[in-house]
T-cell receptor, first 115, second 108 residues
Framework: NAGVMQNPRHLVRRRGQEARLRCSPM?????VYWYRQLPEEGLKFMVY????????ESGMPKERFSAEFPKEGPSILRIQQVVRGDSAAYFC?????????????FGDGTRLSIL | EDQVTQSPEALRLQEGESSSLNCSYT??????LFWYRQDPGKGPEFLFT???AGEEKEKERLKATLTKKESFLHITAPKPEDSATYLC?????????FGSGTKLNVKP
């Protein structure tokens, strides 16, 4: 069984560029979550999506950040005009169809570095 | 404010020395308490879900318990391969609230 796939694993961008992070959930999973993690810190919720819908984006900055989960293809977290403070590990998690309080399964993250 | 607090931040044990990790939560309408293990450079790996106070789950040397205010992860006779960061998360209304984790180091 393929787990949650995130790519790229490492991404380097210069200030002002755009970063696109991709996440393919596990088969049969329709709930996708994005988190941000700084070193030695816990996971901070950013956004919760289901197919073609944003359910909760309360943890995502209002500017420069956007997320989508189209009918076909992976979920995308997009960061425009990146700044140094965007450097972090970004994790995607998915959970099965049905009740949303089921365990999440995580990918291995994308480590974003801003030069 | 909904939040999760884990203690201690770091724990060093000798192999075979049992201990417990604490996860305190102030999350209204709790619909699940989750424990994860995270190794360096990896994503969190699911361990347990607890849904109601009094519930217990076990897996090998790990046992998770839940009360109305906190959860414990008990580690019995740990081995060096149990070294990792252990995260807990409380779930309500579409959102998972994660603690900052306990970094466990088990020395042989």
């Amino acid at each position: 069984n393929a787990g949650v796939m995130q790519n790229p694993r490492h991404l380097v961008r210069r200030r002002g560029q755009e970063a696109r992070l991709r996440c393919s959930p596990m088969k049969g999973h329709s709930h996708v979550y994005w988190y941000r993690q700084l070193p030695e810190e816990g996971l901070k919720f950013m956004v919760y999506l289901q197919k073609e819908n944003i359910i909760d984006e309360s943890g995502m900055p209002k500017e420069r950040f956007s997320a989508e989960f189209p009918k076909e293809g992976p979920s995308i977290l997009r960061i425009q005009q990146v700044v140094r403070g965007d450097s972090a590990a970004y994790f995607c998690a998915s959970s099965p169809d049905g009740e949303s309080n089921q365990p999440q399964h995580f990918g291995d993250g994308t480590r974003l570095s801003i030069l | 404010e909904d939040q999760v607090t884990q203690s201690p931040e770091a724990l060093r044990l000798q192999e075979g020395e049992s201990s417990s990790l604490n996860c305190s939560y102030t999350v209204s309408g709790l619909r699940g308490l989750f424990w994860y293990r995270q190794d360096p450079g990896k994503g969190p790996e699911f361990l347990f879900t607890l849904y109601s106070a009094g519930e217990e789950k076990e897996k090998e040397r790990l046992k998770a318990t839940l009360t109305k205010k906190e959860s414990f992860l008990h580690i019995t006779a740990p081995k060096p391969e149990d070294s990792a960061t252990y995260l807990c998360a409380a779930y309500n209304f579409n959102k998972f609230y994660f603690g900052s984790g306990t970094k466990l180091n088990v020395k042989p």
